[in-house]
């Protein structure tokens, strides 16, 4: 199986998903979409708008806004902002010559509307920065070698063109010998900018020239490959030699809204009985208390100041707000959550869970708490429905849990819910996790992810026979 064709599976189950959170009615909080309820009809259009179609609704707007001694007001300064930082050009041009300032200089406005200035006066802007933010290549050449930034080649200038979504300054910058790998002073690197702006062209022009695309870094907590959320992004990657394993496949959640369950009035005595994790009695144990119930529906902390709040990392509250908890769907509907860490270490309320949230086509909502020998704390784990089970591979759990000889496996029945741990043999990935696991005809592949201790890549891909329970390694390349 090659990697275009894990990408097709992978891809097809993320789209699956997608449908069956919408269908159960599962929804987060989105400080993006919070925001342009709340910003005028020009500022949305300016943030949601492609740059030509833009460009003519700005004229729209502009010809019958009110004006101020026959200038645009100070949402087109707003405006203009925007554009000049994503690459809006046609659009910031537009509003420059409408009239729109920002803190420029005469020099910058020049620039910015396609002029090349002798000797520029820029404020604090290097002037073949600038040229290459706003999109003016025959400036950038002028002043290449006027410029410390672009005598020595620096990264400033790349990250510039990359902000400002310009491929072919890009390219040219490239060609001349400026390095694909930049990173800004906040770390950021070119590629994984043009990723977050999914801006593929610029994308291809930096892969193309040697930018790496899990990011030269090697920074634990992001790269560019898993920032990559698009379709064409993701095949870029795959054409590049990317694993489609290492995509961050969603719809991840962390924060779902239980709207569905009823509201529950909360008591003090509700909080403190039930404001931590258990552990089951049975396999499974339902249970499901009302503190529970609201941290499902609308998990605030906000709410618990009333009850005397305070961290205790003796206590962490419970919270249905996790990472690296799997989601599958049924054959029937119903939709099986499994475990999942909330926030790290760092956290006082960090907890790593143990328990399965099955929620109904009727509305119904199940969860199950088990006994730890039979149900360890769990995350980034993968999940694969195999008839009727649920085969649970991988974890990364708390240090005194991982055995790096071993790789833990347990079968999650959704006949009635109980688990059973697996004894495996053969040579196992060991104590893998954030991994992807895929169903064939031969067994569960495992590819991807990463093998405690070290936090290193995993760089082959692994069988499990379901009939022997033996575990089998290949290359990569063998796959």
């Not at 997608?18 to 925001?35: C, I, M, P, Q």
């Not at 054959?331 to 143990?354: K, N, S, T, W």
Request: proline fraction near 6%.
């Amino acid at each position: 199986m090659n990697n275009m064709e894990l990408y097709a599976l992978f891809q097809a189950e993320e789209e699956a998903l997608t449908r069956a959170f919408k269908d159960h009615g599962l929804s987060k909080n989105n400080s993006v979409e919070e925001w342009l309820s709340n910003v005028s009809e020009v500022l949305k259009q300016v943030y949601e708008l492609p740059d030509e179609i833009l460009c003519e609704k700005l004229a729209e707007h502009i010809q019958s806004a009110p004006t101020t001694n026959n200038k645009p007001n100070s949402t087109w300064g707003r405006a203009l902002h925007y554009c000049f930082m994503t690459g809006k050009k046609e659009s910031m041009r537009y509003l420059l010559i409408a009239g729109a300032r920002l803190d420029w200089t005469p020099d910058q406005v020049s620039l910015a509307l396609g002029e090349v200035p002798s000797m520029p006066q820029t404020g604090q802007a290097d002037p073949f920065c600038f040229a290459c933010q706003v999109g003016n290549i025959e400036a950038a050449r002028e002043y290449l070698t006027l410029s410390d930034t672009g005598r020595k080649k620096s990264s400033d200038a790349v990250m510039a063109a990359v902000r400002a979504r310009d491929t072919e300054i890009v390219r040219w910058l490239m060609g001349i010998g400026f390095d694909p790998n930049a990173v800004d002073d906040n770390k950021w690197e070119a590629l994984e900018l043009a990723v977050d702006n999914d801006d593929i062209a610029t994308a291809e022009v930096l892969l193309a020239a040697g930018a790496e695309p899990h990011g030269s870094q090697k920074k634990s907590y992001t790269s560019p490959v898993e920032k990559a959320v698009s379709g064409d992004m993701r095949r870029l990657f795959v054409k590049y030699g990317v694993n489609p394993a290492d995509f961050e496949y969603g719809p991840s959640l962390e924060s779902p809204s239980l709207k569905r369950l009823p509201e529950i009035k909360l008591t003090e005595p509700d909080f403190e009985k039930h404001r931590t994790v258990r552990v089951g009695t049975l396999n499974p144990e339902p249970f499901l208390p009302p503190f529970w119930s609201e941290q499902m529906r609308d998990g605030r902390y906000s709410k618990l100041e009333a009850f005397g709040y305070e961290p205790d990392r003796d206590k962490p509250v419970w919270s249905f707000s996790r990472f690296g908890r799997t989601a599958t769907i049924l054959p029937d509907g119903r939709l099986v959550l499994v475990a999942g860490e909330h926030e790290d270490h760092y956290d006082a309320d960090f907890c790593i869970y143990a328990d399965v949230t099955v929620l109904g086509t009727d509305g119904q909502t199940e969860h199950f708490i088990y006994p730890k020998e039979v149900f360890p704390p769990t995350d980034f784990h993968s999940a694969t429905l195999v008839d009727d089970q649920i085969w649970l591979i991988g974890c990364l759990g708390y240090p005194e849990q991982r055995n790096d000889k071993q790789t833990q496996v347990l079968r999650l029945s959704t006949l009635d819910f109980s688990i059973t741990p697996v004894e495996t043999c053969g040579v196992p990935p060991g104590w893998i996790h954030r991994h992807r696991s895929v169903l064939t005809k031969v067994g569960i592949f495992v590819t991807g992810g990463k093998i405690e201790p070290g936090y290193r890549d995993n760089n082959s891909t692994f069988l499990l026979n379901l009939e022997t329970l033996v575990w089998q390694e290949f290359s990569d390349s063998d796959r």
